[in-house]
């Protein structure tokens, strides 16, 4: 009896390995008095910004992230995204938007230029830049440089982009209909290959190998995407809150949940997932983004959020 207890024991512990998070969570510091809705993150730079305000730090010391700039805008921003350096693209629906440089008595480190196109969403993959608008569809715009931008395609067969994601050569998004692919590897000439999975609460994707994960009210969808033509849907993993926002790296997806915090998940096997690690910001966390052991959180009006996890 002793012996089947232990067996019984060990296997619970080999089992159960997985489901531990071998890294350490540091948190380095709250940054306060911005309204932090959205995050971005690149080069050591922190991209945070509301409706109407963009305000970028650098994090080159993460113990102590400087205020670089900050832009206001005329009309309500929509999306935001890091060409290379200091030119950032924005999205909104007013062609004529302008942004201006908020001057401080703080003297700003760095001028960055803005280029603002029409749109809901940007996704960028190197040189190519993506812009959804709920009704016009999707640009394919080559950005060079940064300097000057060329519209190489339009392509509107499948309206009400509310998220998407380009990983050459396929993008995958989520519109009115469910789960779309579209095979871009010409460019020149998109093609929708498949309408999947009607989702109606999904709001947001992430991909990661050869899986994509959908943010769908309180649940995470995994969909298999190596047959771009035919997502299988390989499980589904509930939580208490509305999900927010998505990030991965290093087999790892953590989740903003709100007021539920942030949960590092293991997806190393995705068909078989496991929460490995949770943790609760000062504030709710509305989104997340990565950038090499650095966690950052958007909190809205209580500012932003930087842990250290290694």
């Not at 715009?141 to 190489?152: A, K």
């Not at 709001?203 to 995470?220: M, N």
């Not at 539920?260 to 609760?280: A, C, W």
């Amino acid at each position: 009896m002793k012996s089947l207890i232990l067996i019984i024991l060990i296997a619970s512990i080999t089992l159960g390995a997985g489901a531990v998070d071998n890294r350490f969570l540091y948190p380095l510091g709250q940054i306060k008095g911005v309204e932090a809705n959205r995050i971005k993150v690149s080069d050591a730079q922190v991209l945070t910004h509301n409706l109407g305000q963009l305000w970028i730090y650098s994090t080159f010391n993460a113990w102590q992230p400087r205020l670089e700039a900050s832009y206001f805008s005329q009309f309500r921003i929509e999306d935001v995204n890091f060409q290379e350096g200091n030119r950032i693209y924005l999205s909104s629906h007013e062609p004529a938007n302008t942004v201006s440089l908020i001057d401080s008595l703080s003297s700003f480190g760095r001028l960055y230029f803005i280029n603002t196109v029409i749109g809901d969403k940007l996704t960028r993959e190197g040189s190519t830049l993506y812009v959804a608008d709920r009704f016009r569809g999707i640009d394919i715009i080559d950005i060079g440089g940064g300097v000057s931008s060329e519209l190489i395609a339009n392509f509107s067969e499948k309206w009400g982009i509310k998220d998407f994601v380009a990983v050459y050569p396929y993008l995958y998004a989520l519109n009115d209909f469910g789960f779309v692919t579209v095979d871009i590897s010409n460019q020149n000439f998109p093609l929708s290959i498949a309408t999947n999975y009607q989702i109606p609460d999904a709001s947001k994707l992430i991909k990661y190998g050869e899986y994509v994960y959908v943010a769908a009210g309180k649940e995470i969808l995994v969909l298999s995407v190596r047959d771009p033509e035919n997502p299988i849907l390989v499980t589904q993993k509930p939580f208490f809150n509305v999900i927010q926002a998505l990030a991965v790296k290093d087999n790892r997806l953590f989740v903003a949940l709100g007021q539920g915090g942030v949960k590092v998940l293991d997806i190393s096997v995705p068909q078989r997932i496991n929460e490995i690690n949770t943790f609760y910001p000062p504030a709710a966390a509305i989104d997340i983004a990565l950038q090499n052991d650095y966690i950052y959180i958007a909190m809205g009006k209580d500012g932003w959020m930087i842990y250290e996890y290694r």
